[in-house]
């Protein structure tokens, strides 16, 4: 399994970027994925997950602003992400893994210690 994301940048505040990760090496089709984000020194948040079913959840912190979606194929998983809030240099990760975590999550929430599969991050940083 391959997960590579790409679209980080540094972007003012109230702006929008959109991250993509690149799936491979896997069937993704009935997949469960998702976006987490990494401040420095803090603990990796899972914001947004997406299942087999197109069903979406997000993070309260930032629900309404951002958009996670994939391709016709499920190869290709976004995160659209509008009206950004100043932020240090966060590291965005994709993650995935089997649809079964989908029963664990609504428990649990969009946790990293569900996921078995991800990226290598990708750098985004908010500030004027």
């Known amino acids: 399994v391959q997960l590579v994301e790409s679209g980080g940048a540094s972007v003012q505040p109230g702006g929008s970027l959109r991250l993509s990760c690149a799936a491979s090496?896997?069937?993704?089709?009935?997949?469960?994925m998702a976006w987490f984000r990494q401040a420095p020194g803090k603990e990796r948040e899972g914001i947004a997950s997406?299942?087999?079913?197109?069903?979406?959840t997000y993070a309260d912190s930032v629900k309404g602003r951002f958009t996670i979606s994939t391709d016709n194929s499920r190869n290709t998983l976004y995160l659209q992400m509008d009206v950004l809030k100043p932020a240090g240099n966060d590291l965005y990760y994709c993650?995935?893994?089997?649809?079964?975590?989908?029963?664990?999550?609504?428990?649990?929430?969009?946790?990293?210690?569900?996921?078995?599969?991800w990226g290598q991050g990708t750098q985004v940083t908010v500030s004027s």
């Open positions: 993650a995935t893994d089997n649809p079964l975590i989908g029963h664990a999550m609504k428990k649990l929430g969009i946790i990293s210690r569900l996921f078995s599969f």
């Open positions: 090496g896997y069937s993704s089709s009935r997949a469960t």
């Open positions: 997406i299942d087999s079913d197109g069903s979406t």
